[in-house]
């Protein structure tokens, strides 16, 4: 069955400091992985979306970066991090070309920026 | 107009009682719909897809209207469990672009 994981579960960093988020899936092959974010009571924003290997397409502009090195590893990186970075991160795959089978969550990593 | 949109809440239910979501989204190209169910401080978990037809699964029955760009979450007998926020969820052809509406949150009592 496939699984995905997703760590630290929380983190707090300063302001100003880098970031390293990372996200692997087991049990699957050419997934589809994105990058959320959910800020305090708020909706799930998209912040990347990865289709292969070195393919990333960002849908919101801000000081992160994602990146795919592996088929089945997904990282979300800053080089310096802002107090409205804080909020809970959320990567997720799904089945390449069958968006009907929805998406599955990572169990999320909570940031807090001071 | 948000592309998302779902009455945020709070429906307070006593267990056994029947409630409606309801949901509207903007774009009429969109392909794909789910409802999505959120714990406190976890992490969205699929509760069920949106068939045109409509679908049911055990207690929860799903609608899609695409001429009005409709979509409802129907549970019926509520539990204790059931107590979450609800997630409606829209995507395109190829599922990139996903829209997660805010949110419906809701309490069960005894």
């Known amino acids: 069955s496939q699984t995905i994981h997703q760590w630290p579960a929380t983190l707090v960093q300063p302001v100003g400091s880098p970031l390293s988020l990372e996200c692997t899936v087991e049990?699957?092959?050419?997934?589809?992985l994105y990058w959320y974010r959910q800020a305090a009571g708020r909706g799930l924003q998209l912040l990347f979306y990865?289709?292969?290997?070195?393919?990333i397409s960002s849908e919101v502009p801000q000081n992160l970066s994602a990146s795919r090195p592996q088929d089945r590893q997904f990282i979300l990186s800053s080089k310096k991090l802002l107090l409205s970075d804080s909020g809970f991160y959320l990567c997720a795959w799904s089945v390449r070309w069958d968006p009907r089978q929805g998406y599955t969550f990572g169990s999320g990593t909570r940031l807090t920026v001071v | 107009r948000k592309e998302v949109e779902q009455d945020p809440g709070p429906f307070n239910v006593p267990e056994g009682a029947t409630v409606a979501f309801n949901c509207t989204y903007s774009?009429?190209?969109?392909?794909?719909f789910f409802w999505y169910r959120q714990d406190c401080r976890k992490e969205p978990k699929l509760l069920m897809s949106?068939?045109?037809s409509g679908n049911e699964d055990g207690r929860f029955t799903a609608q899609l209207n695409r001429a009005s760009q409709y979509i409802s979450l129907l549970i019926r007998d509520s539990k204790l469990s059931d107590s979450a926020t609800y997630l409606c969820v829209v995507s395109n052809t190829g599922g990139f672009k996903t829209i997660f509406g805010a949110g419906t949150r809701l309490f069960v009592k005894a």
């Open positions: 774009n009429s190209a969109s392909q794909s």
């Open positions: 049990g699957t092959s050419n997934p589809n």
């Open positions: 990865s289709v292969g290997i070195g393919q």
């Open positions: 949106v068939y045109s």
